[in-house]
């Protein structure tokens, strides 16, 4: 026992804290700027916005992002007129109907509504390149953990809040540190809906995941419903999905760890998405390739459970040129306009198939040419 310990603690707790602030306990550092930063980032955020504005906040609804739109509808409740939230996909999937549900948000889509009755326009878990819906839209906040793809404010908008951390395993742990931020305890079902989101897009943390959505996710913790996450989280595949899933594990083929398959008669995107999480679960495969047409555009869902891969530059590479394509390091995706793709590539699935094929292989690390032509 250190003897005077009264007169010796503050100065030593000092040291300790001065220590902390060096590479010692980098973290405890992190986490004392950020509580600084995220009251600084709260400010500017709120600052875009004023009382009479309408706002629409604009997502591409997937757990995170439904998530997070409902975070920063409750953050910006009474400070704003009103906020509405519109998706640009159809929602299909069980779990983010039930999550809409639960939340109580109406999520049109954004094609349905004359954008001309909005002041401000927000977009979270998303930056306007992703989606050509985004990009004639002047946007005031954009909060994002996707790799950073947008530019500068344009002329005339100079008033546009953005927060874009690519290294974040959710845009919903960025939300939670503007809602402690503002003092918001979140109610069960958005602090259900939040975490549900940060278990989602760091697949229980295996995927990339940072300190900060653990300390996100734990916060949440003793906020949520249980029984509303396993009904979330067991929520069924639609009869009509189930279908096409059925067909397309039979025609799956694994070839060393690769899994590929070209659905036909594909009823949802979301689908791909199930049979992509699907196949990665059979023992040996830890690639997945899972593509369809759908609406005239050919949707490919990539997936991996390398350490070393980088999916989304290797969808950027592969199908970049030829529609929107990008995602994380073990999910990606690209979805490509049937008009854009080369005359030469007939639309049958076997030379669908082949095109994804051939552009994947030619654009994996170390055998990319970017001298050569994008074409077959
Ligand atoms: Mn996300």
Known sequence: ?????????????????????????????????????????????????????????LITADPDSIASAAALKRILWR?????????????????????????????????????????????????????????????????????????????????????????????????????????????????????????????????????????????????????????????????GSFDVVKRSLAQTTIRKQYAFVFVEDLDHPDTLVIIADFVMLVQGVNRAVISGVFDNRLIIVLRSAGLRANLGKLAFDAFGDYGSAGGHKNMARAELSLDSLPATVSRTPAALSRFILKRLKDNLPGKRHPEKAPEE
């Open 79 to 239: 400070k704003v007129a009103h906020v509405y939230v519109a998706s640009t996909n159809e929602v299909r999937r069980p779990d983010n109907l039930r999550l809409i549900e639960a939340l109580g948000l109406k999520l049109p889509l954004v094609t349905q509504l004359d954008l001309s009755e909005f002041t401000k326009f927000a977009i979270v878990d998303s930056q306007p390149s992703h989606n050509p819906l985004f990009e004639q839209v002047a946007f005031s906040a954009i909060i994002d953990h996707h790799p950073v793809c947008t530019s500068e404010p344009q002329e005339g908008h100079a008033h546009v809040f953005m927060d874009i951390r690519p290294e974040w395993g959710a845009t919903a742990s960025i939300m939670v540190n503007y809602l402690r931020a503002a003092h918001i305890k979140p109610n069960k079902i958005l602090a259900t809906a939040l975490f549900y989101a940060i278990k989602t897009d760091t697949q229980n943390f295996v995927r990339q995941g940072e300190l900060e959505d653990i300390e996100a996710f734990r916060w949440l913790f003793p906020l949520i419903h249980q029984p509303l996450l396993t009904e979330i989280e067991m929520a069924p595949i639609d009869r």
């Open 1 to 57: 026992m250190p003897k005077d310990q009264k007169s010796g603690k503050a100065p030593r707790a000092e040291a300790k804290e001065r220590e902390k602030d060096t590479d010692k306990a980098p973290e405890a550092a992190r986490h004392r700027r950020d509580a600084h930063s995220h009251s600084t980032r709260l400010a500017g955020l709120l600052k875009s916005f004023s009382r009479d504005d309408r706002l629409l906040i």
